[in-house]
C-alpha cells in the first residue's frame, strides 16, 4: 500500500516525516517538503513508487502541484485547506492518466467531528456541496471563487451555522 499524506504546515509535515522515519526506517518512509531540491524531490518520489513493502509520502504545500503520484493507494488529508482548488489539486497528484487502480481511497484528519464545529462544517460543505472527495470541480472552479469570500465570512461570522446554511442553497 502506498499513502500520500498532505498538510498544509511544512512543520507538521516535517515532524510527521521524522517520527515515521524513526518508526518505520528509510526504506518506508519519504518526503516532499519545502526547501528541497528538485533532484531530492525525484529521488524521493521514485523510490517512494519503486518500494517493495508498504510506504507513505509526506507532502507539505509544495507537493500539491506538479507530482504525478498515479500510482499510490490512499490520500490522507491531515488538514482541510480553506480553498477547495487546493483539495482538488491534491487528489490531481494521485487521480491521473496512467492510474491502474481503480478507486482512490482518501482519509481526513478533521479537528473536530462534533457538527458544531466549523472544521466538521467546512468538511460537510466540500462533501456535500461541492462533492470535491468524488469528482473534479474544475468545471465549477469559477464559482468557488466567487463564493470563497462568503465562505470565509459566514465561517467567521456564524461559525457551523453560517457554513451549513451556505451548503444549504
Known amino acids: 500500500v502506498k499513502v500520500v499524506v498532505f498538510s498544509s504546515s511544512s512543520h507538521f509535515a516535517r515532524e510527521l516525516y521524522r517520527n515515521l522515519k524513526s518508526d518505520n526506517g528509510t526504506d518506508s518512509t519519504f518526503a516532499v517538503l519545502e526547501g ?61 492518466y496512467g492510474r491502474t487502480h481503480e478507486k482512490i481511497h482518501q482519509r481526513i484528519i478533521i479537528p473536530s467531528d462534533h457538527k458544531s464545529s466549523p472544521w466538521y462544517a467546512w468538511f460537510q460543505l466540500l462533501k456535500q456541496a461541492f462533492c470535491i472527495f468524488d469528482e473534479p470541480v474544475s468545471e465549477v472552479q469559477f464559482v468557488i471563487r466567487k463564493l470563497r469570500q462568503e465562505i470565509a465570512l459566514a465561517m467567521y461570522r456564524r461559525g457551523a451555522t453560517g457554513l451549513h446554511s451556505i451548503s444549504d442553497r
Open 36 to 96: 528541497m531540491d528538485s533532484d531530492a524531490v525525484d529521488g524521493d518520489v521514485t523510490r517512494f513508487r519503486d518500494a517493495r513493502c508498504n510506504a507513505v509520502l509526506i507532502c507539505d504545500r509544495s507537493g500539491e502541484e506538479g507530482l504525478n503520484l498515479h500510482f499510490a493507494d490512499t490520500i490522507i488529508h491531515a488538514d482541510l485547506p480553506l480553498a477547495p482548488t487546493r483539495l482538488e489539486q491534491r487528489i490531481g497528484r494521485v487521480d491521473r
